[in-house]
């Protein structure tokens, strides 16, 4: 099974920073990536898709990068509304997985 | 607008049965990978079982693997997953989930959720 791991675990930022979310694959997943925010009682929703790809009305403060093993999540500046839990997931290989997720909170 | 209604969701003993259902709408039912994915309280993700637009093919988690079975019919454009032997680890939001192709890659529209319970 394709384990993904995330970090950091809890990331704290102001609003305006740059957040940066990091995702790992145990082997490549070429670009078959997905990254999804999901707010507290809400169900996820799909931010980024083939690793760079904005879903859409995706705002562009959302961009996604990598490939391989090595994937980034970037908020180039946070609004109030993206403290948020964000988790990637590779579709790549069987089973489907998830990261266990990055926590972004207020600082 | 795409609809994902589940229902089916509620507390069950260990042991037992339950069958979700998806309702959808407001796409072509027919043409898109439906899947499940689970979220126990306060945890991550974790996808649980797809099925291909056609319904030939399907998939599972080993964690669910030969207690779980997903189906569709696409004449009512609504999934189903029946749930056997059912244990406290099973206790979860499932989601339905419309897949981006025929195929399951990945998420594209989430439904809200319903919950099971596994508990005596």
């Known amino acids: 099974e394709m384990m993904m791991t995330q970090s950091p675990a809890t990331l704290s930022m102001s609003p305006g920073e740059r957040a940066t979310l990091s995702c790992r694959a145990s082997?490549?997943?070429?670009?078959?990536l997905a990254w999804y925010q999901q707010k507290p009682g809400q169900a996820p929703r799909l931010l980024i898709y083939d690793a760079s790809t904005r879903a859409t009305g995706i705002p562009a403060r959302f961009s996604g990068s990598g490939s391989g093993t090595e994937f980034t999540l970037t908020i180039s500046s946070l609004q109030s509304e993206d403290f948020a839990l964000y988790y990637c997931q590779q579709y790549n290989s069987w089973p489907r997985t998830f990261g266990q997720g990055t926590k972004v909170e207020i600082k | 607008e795409v609809q994902l209604l589940e229902s089916g969701g509620g507390l069950v003993q260990p042991g037992g049965s339950l069958r979700l259902s998806c309702a959808a709408s407001g796409f072509t039912f027919s043409s898109y990978a439906m899947d499940w994915v689970r979220q126990a309280p306060g945890k991550g993700l974790e996808w649980v079982s797809g099925i291909s637009s056609s319904g030939r093919n399907t998939y599972y988690a080993d964690s669910v693997k030969g207690r779980f079975s997903i189906s569709r019919d696409n004449s009512k454009n609504t999934m189903y997953v029946e749930m056997n032997s059912l244990r406290a680890e099973d206790t979860a939001v499932y989601y339905c989930?419309?897949?981006?192709?025929?195929?399951?890659?990945?998420?594209?529209?989430w439904g809200q959720g319903t919950l099971v319970t596994v508990s005596s």
């Open positions: 989930i419309k897949d981006r192709f025929s195929v399951t890659t990945y998420f594209d529209r």
């Open positions: 082997q490549s997943v070429s670009s078959n």
